[in-house]
């Protein structure tokens, strides 16, 4: 495997040669001089504090290439949530946050990133537009932490390259695509609007409504943008507190989102209530049937399916078969006519 090392010093530099070259083949040069000269690279590891101005503009002055390499692993110095959001911005397909002198740790974690770095099969189309994807909504989490305007203008460019990729190539290639070269609340994000999509292609939706529900898909968790990292990553079950702040995610992501420009009124009401059930027992206002319309209803069922079918390091991937089941099993909460119509996006498509 072929890995290029960029790093904003030399003691970085030197520490990740050692700890790859015996599994890798290496090259590496500091990020004011990068020029990613080398050919055929399957992966890419920036260790680069992002809060400093210079490496991000050495970063973007290299994004172009940067960005053809399948595999870009951004290292942080610190585990913050802006850094996170800058690396995804800046095109990072997983980002790790520890100190690079940790020598035994970041072993174990590279190695992990790295693991599946093979060159894949997937159409160039869909992981193109799965990078600009990700790169969006690190930039919109970006503008809800900063409270500024989401600009809908990009958005939505980039999610009809998503639909188009995907009427072109198939959901399948999107789901292997987005679930092996992106992480956390991206890759959930990706997936959801993916998944939602190809429901409303399979649907027959008109391309408006087409692009109010993939606007819906890849703003509608937002507002975890204020929920810390540590809770939104954590393994296995959360305490009633934790629980209790997640919840806030759908109210935060209208507060964020309610001034931008472009920002419809269904779009604020899908964000509000993605979590809603059509028996009452979703949040924040546990609204009932009537009162939940059809966009959010698909939505919601692209929500779920999605959260069950990612890949997370802590928990397995479920089949898609399974997490069908799963949905089937929700009585009262979904709409049926819809959960039916779901099964082909689901199991086959
Ligand atoms: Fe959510
Ligand atoms: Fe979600």
């Not at 987005?178 to 993916?194: A, K, P």
């Not at 028996?279 to 929500?303: F, H, K, M, N, Q």
């Not at 479920?318 to 082909?344: D, H």
Request: net charge neutral.
């Amino acid at each position: 495997m072929r890995v290029h090392v960029i790093g904003d010093n030399l003691a970085k530099l030197a520490t990740l040669r050692a700890l790859l070259e015996r599994q890798c083949s290496i090259t590496s040069e500091l990020i004011g001089d990068a020029e990613i000269r080398a050919d055929a690279l399957d992966a890419v590891v920036v260790a680069a504090d992002l809060r400093s101005v210079d490496n991000i503009t050495a970063i973007k002055r290299i994004g172009n290439r940067l960005n053809r390499i399948a595999k870009r692993i951004f290292i942080l110095d610190q585990k913050l949530r802006l850094s996170e959001v800058q690396a995804y911005a800046l095109g990072a397909t997983a980002v790790l946050s520890n100190p690079v002198g940790r020598a035994g740790l970041m072993a174990k974690l590279i190695d992990k990133k790295l693991v599946d770095a093979s060159p894949d099969r997937t159409p160039p189309d869909i992981q193109e537009a799965a990078a600009i994807g990700a790169a969006c909504i690190a930039s919109m989490f970006s503008s809800a932490l900063h409270r500024k305007a989401v600009d809908l203008k990009t958005l939505k460019g980039s999610g009809r390259k998503i639909t188009d990729s995907i009427a072109e190539a198939g959901l399948s290639h999107w789901l292997a695509s987005v679930r092996q070269h992106h992480e956390g609340t991206y890759q959930h994000c990706l997936l959801v609007t993916g998944i939602a999509v190809d429901f409303g292609l399979s649907l027959g939706l008109s391309r408006t409504d087409l692009e109010r529900l993939y606007l819906a898909a890849m703003l509608h968790d937002i507002g975890k943008a204020k929920i810390p990292l540590a809770i939104l990553d954590k393994p296995g079950r959360l305490e009633p507190e934790e629980r209790t702040l997640v919840e806030t995610h759908p109210a935060a992501g209208y507060e964020a989102l309610k001034g931008s420009e472009g920002v419809t009124p269904e779009l604020l009401d899908a964000v509000l209530h993605h979590h809603e059930f059509l028996d009452g027992s979703g949040y924040p206002d546990a609204l009932c049937s009537e009162s939940i319309p059809d966009l959010v209803r698909i939505l919601t069922i692209s929500d779920i399916f999605a959260a069950l079918i990612e890949h997370r390091n802590y928990k397995p991937t479920m089949p898609r078969p399974q997490a069908y089941q799963t949905i089937q099993g929700m009585n009262g909460k979904l709409e049926k006519p819809l959960v039916m119509a779901f099964k082909e996006v689901a199991l086959t498509r």
